[in-house]
């Protein structure tokens, strides 16, 4: 609490005018302008009570001097005397009984306390070195009374005995928490060792569960919900006549289910996620020479309304041409071209605009002239050529190019030549189901033992595929 003016008080900032005024014990709260005049009426009021204090403490101070002066002339007085008594308090100290009588004069108790005080009883050989310790004490300060410090010391220790006591008792009851849970987990680790031990499930009927579930909770797992989703025929491939171009039922994604009585028709799965992802399929055999063409009919749009996320186009078919060597998803790699119901044409993941938009109902005519330097792929709908779509030069595709369909929701039906043009073909193109025999690239073929077959069973459907490790 430092010293002002009330002339410097207008001066101060709100933050010291607050700090000034809870130094002081006073409210800091308010605007600048009733701090100013909160600080100077109690400053106003320190120097009033000032003047009052110094007299009272100037008072005091003259009475304590004068009652210390009193004071050291008695104990110098008593110390003379000691020094002269001092033999024959040792004979009178030699004869007194153990016994100390209770009843003693308020003078003698006085100077009992005086000499404890002093430390007087005890050493008697050097009473000036203590007066004048005892002296350097007093300027310093006053000491309490031996018998209230002997009061507090006992109030302290009896606390401290109380706070010492009191976590342990806590300590116990929390131990006796901890036993009573370790009883009942004891109780349930018993009852789970029980059910195991008894249990009968097979791994394959609890296949996923690696952790024991809790004793207080049971499933049952006969009434848990199947996921509904469309089972497919992998276990044979139907019997059909080889000679045949057809819809390739080997190389073809599983997840697109083939007419196995013509071959020329494919539905895809939609339950679930498959209704997210592409299916393709491509055609028995290639070819390397001559103009060939077939047709695709887009037939149904498949319900797709259980999906969560709206797609921009959830119907979507692409038709077009590529290499036995390349993937199913038609359009996206080096050697495979495609012409989607978007309008767009693709190869190796490079989009272009190209012909109109086509969907349910629409017929593409799937055209490719091998003969002529460079190739030309191009396209019809509903018998309107849309021009020429890729030109590609034979040094930069060394094998045959088998028709490829690409399908995502829709349904789709295929004329490789046993059917009349659904539309008017392009002048000197021939189907591709009309080439000799000896003119076609029989695709990939499939494994003609089950040894040579490997199976995968990811929880979706099943995958097969040759062995080629041996």
């Given at each position: 609490?430092?010293?002002?003016?009330?002339?410097?008080?207008?001066?101060?900032?709100?933050?010291?005018?607050?700090?000034?005024?809870?130094?002081?014990?006073?409210?800091?709260?308010?605007?600048?302008?009733?701090?100013?005049?909160?600080?100077?009426?109690?400053?106003?009021?320190?120097?009033?009570?000032?003047?009052?204090?110094?007299?009272?403490?100037?008072?005091?101070?003259?009475?304590?001097?004068?009652?210390?002066?009193?004071?050291?002339?008695?104990?110098?007085?008593?110390?003379?005397?000691?020094?002269?008594?001092?033999?024959?308090?040792?004979?009178?100290?030699?004869?007194?009984?153990e016994?100390?009588?209770?009843?003693?004069?308020?003078?003698?108790?006085?100077?009992?306390?005086?000499?404890?005080?002093?430390?007087?009883?005890?050493?008697?050989?050097?009473?000036?070195?203590?007066?004048?310790?005892n002296?350097?004490?007093?300027?310093?300060?006053?000491?309490?009374?031996?018998e209230?410090?002997?009061?507090?010391?006992?109030?302290?220790?009896?606390?401290?005995e109380?706070?010492?006591?009191?976590?342990?008792?806590?300590?116990?009851e929390?131990?006796q928490?901890?036993?009573?849970?370790?009883?009942?987990?004891?109780?349930?680790?018993?009852?789970?060792?029980?059910?195991?031990?008894?249990?009968?499930?097979?791994?394959?009927?609890?296949?996923?569960?690696?952790?024991?579930?809790?004793?207080?909770?049971?499933?049952d797992?006969?009434?848990?919900?199947?996921?509904?989703?469309?089972?497919?025929?992998?276990?044979?491939?139907?019997?059909?006549?080889?000679?045949?171009?057809?819809?390739?039922?080997?190389?073809?994604?599983?997840?697109l289910?083939?007419?196995?009585?013509?071959?020329?028709?494919?539905?895809?799965?939609?339950?679930g996620?498959?209704?997210?992802?592409?299916?393709?399929?491509?055609?028995?055999?290639?070819?390397?020479?001559?103009?060939?063409?077939?047709?695709?009919?887009?037939e149904?749009?498949?319900?797709?309304?259980?999906l969560?996320?709206?797609?921009?186009?959830?119907?979507?078919?692409?038709?077009?041409?590529?290499?036995?060597?390349?993937?199913?998803?038609?359009?996206?790699?080096?050697?495979?071209?495609?012409?989607?119901?978007?309008?767009?044409?693709?190869?190796?993941l490079?989009?272009?605009?190209?012909?109109?938009?086509?969907?349910?109902?629409?017929?593409?005519?799937?055209?490719?002239?091998?003969?002529?330097?460079?190739?030309?792929?191009?396209?019809?709908?509903?018998?309107?050529?849309?021009?020429?779509?890729?030109?590609?030069?034979?040094?930069?595709?060394?094998?045959?190019?088998f028709?490829?369909?690409?399908?995502?929701?829709?349904?789709?039906?295929?004329?490789?030549?046993?059917?009349?043009?659904?539309?008017?073909?392009?002048?000197?193109?021939?189907?591709?189901?009309k080439?000799?025999?000896?003119?076609?690239?029989?695709?990939?073929?499939?494994?003609?033992?089950?040894?040579?077959?490997d199976?995968?069973?990811?929880?979706?459907?099943?995958?097969?595929?040759?062995?080629?490790?041996?």
């Amino acid at each position: 609490m430092s010293d002002l003016d009330i002339e410097d008080i207008s001066k101060l900032k709100v933050a010291e005018l607050r700090a000034e005024l809870q130094s002081r014990g006073h409210d800091s709260k308010g605007v600048k302008a009733v701090l100013i005049e909160r600080l100077k009426e109690v400053i106003e009021k320190e120097k009033s009570g000032k003047s009052e204090e110094k007299q009272e403490e100037e008072e005091e101070t003259e009475v304590l001097h004068e009652e210390q002066e009193d004071q050291e002339e008695e104990q110098e007085q008593e110390q003379e005397q000691e020094q002269e008594k001092e033999p024959e308090q040792q004979d009178e100290d030699e004869e007194m009984p153990e016994d100390v009588p209770q009843e003693d004069t308020v003078e003698e108790k006085k100077e009992l306390e005086q000499e404890q005080q002093n430390g007087q009883v005890e050493e008697p050989e050097a009473p000036q070195n203590d007066s004048t310790c005892n002296d350097s004490k007093k300027d310093d300060y006053e000491e309490a009374p031996v018998e209230q410090l002997d009061e507090v010391k006992k109030e302290v220790e009896e606390d401290f005995e109380k706070e010492a006591t009191e976590p342990m008792n806590l300590d116990s009851e929390v131990k006796q928490e901890n036993e009573v849970k370790q009883e009942a987990t004891e109780e349930s680790n018993v009852e789970v060792k029980h059910e195991t031990e008894t249990s009968t499930v097979h791994e394959g009927d609890r296949r996923g569960i690696k952790r024991s579930q809790s004793p207080f909770q049971t499933t049952d797992y006969s009434k848990r919900a199947r996921p509904d989703v469309e089972e497919l025929r992998v276990e044979h491939e139907p019997d059909f006549d080889a000679t045949e171009v057809a819809l390739d039922w080997y190389n073809s994604d599983l997840s697109l289910e083939i007419n196995e009585e013509t071959r020329a028709s494919a539905t895809p799965l939609v339950t679930g996620g498959f209704a997210y992802i592409w299916h393709g399929v491509r055609a028995t055999y290639g070819f390397l020479k001559g103009k060939v063409f077939y047709e695709v009919k887009v037939e149904e749009l498949l319900d797709v309304s259980h999906l969560e996320q709206e797609e921009v186009h959830p119907h979507v078919v692409r038709c077009g041409w590529s290499t036995d060597s390349t993937s199913m998803i038609l359009g996206e790699e080096r050697e495979s071209w495609g012409y989607g119901g978007t309008g767009k044409a693709s190869t190796n993941l490079k989009f272009k605009d190209y012909g109109r938009t086509y969907s349910k109902g629409d017929i593409i005519g799937c055209f490719i002239d091998l003969d002529s330097e460079p190739m030309v792929m191009s396209f019809t709908v509903n018998g309107e050529h849309q021009g020429i779509c890729y030109e590609v030069y034979h040094r930069q595709v060394q094998d045959a190019l088998f028709p490829h369909i690409l399908t995502k929701n829709c349904t789709f039906k295929v004329n490789f030549g046993k059917e009349e043009p659904w539309f008017e073909p392009l002048t000197g193109y021939e189907f591709v189901g009309k080439i000799p025999l000896e003119e076609r690239i029989l695709g990939t073929q499939g494994p003609e033992k089950r040894e040579d077959v490997d199976v995968i069973n990811d929880g979706r459907f099943t995958c097969c595929w040759q062995n080629h490790l041996g």
